[in-house]
């Protein structure tokens, strides 16, 4: 069986440089053909928050690097269902399409792959 | 078992960055193999050779050299981590107009494709200093 790697992240978008460092890996991966997945838990899923205005505060958009993702093949995003409520988060407020996952799903999720790598 | 470290933890605020290195001594003794340890993030700062350490504290940055001599253990910086933190070898000193290369000895600049390929072919990757 292939190896496939989940990267986890529980940052918010802009307060570190968590997110565009987890962003670096993903793409890094698929350009090695490493399969991977994304996991969004906690503040992690205002990360694909869409309409993101960054630059009032000198950062560049994370949801042009994001809208890139599907293109190198990294269909595979998650995030989490409780998370997301308590943002009061739609999907269709993500600038990606990501599956939502209950607690228990998270870890038959993390179960399924063969690494993992938190930032 | 092979294992490869991914180290994000700064070596002056977090104890994961010596609770890093005790662990890969441990991983040695106990008969495993270490093929890679990857520095990323505020981690690279433990291949900065212009930090000076109090006498009385652990030099995690020599630590981590006896150690990489000692058992021939790869010490990989992330490049673009390396260059925006002011961690650069020759090369980049030039490359960036600087004067002084900062990389310690025994550590080498690298891609993160260095920290993909280590989970490639590591039986496990175990990251310290995450979730920042």
């Known amino acids: 069986m292939a190896k496939s790697c989940l990267l986890i992240s529980s940052a918010a978008p802009y307060g570190s440089s968590a997110a565009r460092d987890l962003l670096d890996i993903a793409l890094t991966a698929s350009v090695f053909e490493l399969p991977v997945a994304l996991l969004l838990i906690g503040d992690g899923v205002l990360q694909l928050k869409s309409q993101q205005q960054p630059q009032t505060i000198a950062q560049k958009n994370l949801n042009a690097i994001q809208a890139s993702l599907p293109l190198y093949d990294l269909e595979r995003i998650y995030v989490e269902a409780e998370a997301m409520s308590f943002y009061d988060l739609q999907l269709e407020d993500l600038c990606l399409t990501a599956q939502p996952l209950q607690s228990e799903e998270i870890q038959a999720l993390i179960a399924e792959f063969e690494s993992v790598i938190t930032l | 078992m092979r ?118 072919v590591s039986d496990r990757i175990v990251t310290f200093g995450g979730r920042a």
């Open chain 2, 3 to 120: 294992f490869s470290l991914i180290i994000q933890a700064s070596p002056l605020q977090q104890q994961a960055a010596s609770t890093a290195l005790r662990f890969a001594q441990a991983l040695l003794s106990s008969g495993h193999q270490l093929h890679r340890v990857f520095f990323y993030r505020d981690g690279v700062y433990t291949a900065l050779n212009s930090s000076c350490t109090p006498s009385d504290e652990l030099n995690l940055p020599d630590a981590w050299q006896a150690f990489a001599r000692a058992h021939e253990i790869d010490l990989v910086v992330c490049i673009a981590a390396g260059v925006r933190r002011g961690v650069i070898s020759e090369e980049e000193a030039h490359r960036y107009g600087k004067h002084t290369a900062t990389l310690a000895a025994e550590f080498d600049l690298s891609g993160l494709g260095q920290l993909i390929e280590a989970t490639l």
